[in-house]
């Protein structure tokens, strides 16, 4: 049996917690995955990607290879994972794949039919009765309510992480989901058989009409806002990752966490097609 130098990381209740719900399968993935992380850290990187200064190196690596495919959307879940693996050793991002891949079952499991209403009412079921997912009214800037795992786990979150968990669901039923980067608030957009529903995953799957997103944004903003269907701000996968990011960046230089700050600036400066963030004079 080789030896990895005590590098194994310890099974931590967050750990025990978050793969309680998962098959026999996906809990041996934690220990795999335990085990190479162990042996990635005494190996010498033969990557041709360029080094990162302050990501760990498997969350830099793994970043980097979501943002060549980041139109998809288990891409953008898989970086948005990486963002909190780089704060949480023992999320590995797959994990969280897996749990949207079980939540998206236990949907599948109670459809009789295909129409898009049908599925929309039995995902509002799951993902907001059942299984109780809201938004964060409480400690809203704490870190944790921007982490996929950790979201996942506590089933509390911000607008940008719900909508996200809401996109990766329900387009495995087969939904068209598109993120809508509203300002002050993240919304989604649906896809039905007549038209498009604006819906609020903080509220709940609140829909909304666009009179009551406008009302509801000023509220937040302070201020009135336009909103027209045509002229929807609908985030690309690049912007929405960036939106998450920014979140979590503000919160680090307001807390003063210099080495947070740091990586997930370089990470936020990998994202293609943002205007990255300059160098600190």
């Not at 190196?57 to 693996?85: C, I, S």
């Not at 499991?109 to 295909?114: A, E, K, P």
């Not at 800037?141 to 996109?167: C, D, M, Q, W």
């Not at 937040?220 to 990011?245: C, F, M, N, S, Y």
């Amino acid at each position: 049996m080789s030896d990895t130098g005590g590098l194994l990381p310890a099974r931590s209740k967050f750990t025990r917690e978050f793969t309680s719900g998962l098959t026999a399968r996906d809990a041996r993935f934690v220990q795999k995955f335990a085990l190479s992380t162990a042996v990635n850290k005494v190996r010498t990187s033969t990557s041709t990607m360029p080094l990162s200064r302050h990501c760990r190196p498997e969350v830099w690596d793994y970043y980097r290879a979501q943002m060549a495919h980041l139109e998809q959307t288990d891409a953008l879940l898989g970086a948005a994972g990486a963002v909190a693996w780089q704060q949480l050793p023992a999320a590995h991002p797959e994990l969280s794949l897996r749990r949207i891949d079980a939540i998206a079952r236990q949907v599948q499991q109670r459809l009789r039919s295909g129409q898009i209403q049908a599925i929309l009412a039995h995902l509002h079921d799951i993902l907001f009765e059942e299984l109780d997912f809201h938004g964060s009214t409480e400690n809203y800037y704490l870190p944790a309510n921007s982490f996929l795992p950790t979201v996942l786990h506590e089933r509390v979150g911000l607008p940008v992480l719900l909508a996200l968990i809401y996109k990766g669901v329900g387009e495995r039923l087969g939904l068209q989901i598109e993120g809508v980067n509203t300002p002050g608030h993240f919304l989604v957009a649906v896809k039905t058989e007549v038209n498009w529903q604006l819906l609020d995953p903080f509220a709940r799957g609140r829909l909304l009409t666009i009179d009551e997103a406008e009302r509801w944004i000023g509220e937040i903003l302070g201020r009135k806002v336009a909103l027209a269907w045509e002229d929807l701000p609908i985030a690309t996968h690049g912007q929405w990752l960036a939106r998450l990011i920014m979140n979590l960046l503000a919160i680090y230089q307001q807390t003063g966490e210099a080495t947070a700050f740091a990586a997930l600036k370089e990470l936020y400066n990998a994202i293609p097609g943002i205007v990255p963030i300059a160098p600190s004079p």
